[in-house]
């Protein structure tokens, strides 16, 4: 079974930065699609941005212009570097993967438990 790790939350000052970090580890895998979802306390879960396929990266709206995403290791890591952050931002921000185990072809989807971000001052 593929796991994630996230890492990298904190508190942070309005205006600062913060990356974030999600390792995927498991049986022999080939990942399709990874990113990064956050859910603020009483909202529901949003995509903030991710990779899939060989395609370049995708943001939402909200953080389009403040957000990257990078990858590494055949997308098997994925970071996000945040900046300008804001009081909105504060969320569990969470990772997310899908893919094809490689012995088997069978495909996969799998969470991480996230890593908590809070901005204030």
């Not at 909202?43 to 995403?69: C, H, K, L, M």
């Not at 899908?98 to 991480?112: H, I, K, T, V």
Request: aromatic share 10%; proline share 5%; glycine share 14%.
């Amino acid at each position: 079974q593929v796991q994630l790790v996230e890492s990298g939350g904190g508190l942070v000052q309005p205006g600062g930065s913060l990356r974030l970090s999600c390792e995927a580890s498991g049986p022999s895998f080939t990942v399709n699609g990874i990113g990064w979802y956050r859910q603020a306390p009483g909202n529901q879960r949003e995509f903030v941005g991710g990779i899939r396929d060989d395609g370049p990266p995708n943001y939402a709206d909200s953080v389009q212009g403040r957000f990257t995403i990078s990858s590494a290791s055949a997308k098997k890591t994925l970071y996000l570097q945040m900046n300008d952050l804001q009081p909105e931002d504060t969320a569990v921000y969470s990772c997310h993967v899908d893919g094809r185990y490689g012995s088997s072809g069978l495909l996969f989807a799998s969470w991480g438990k996230g890593t908590q971000v809070t901005v204030s001052a």
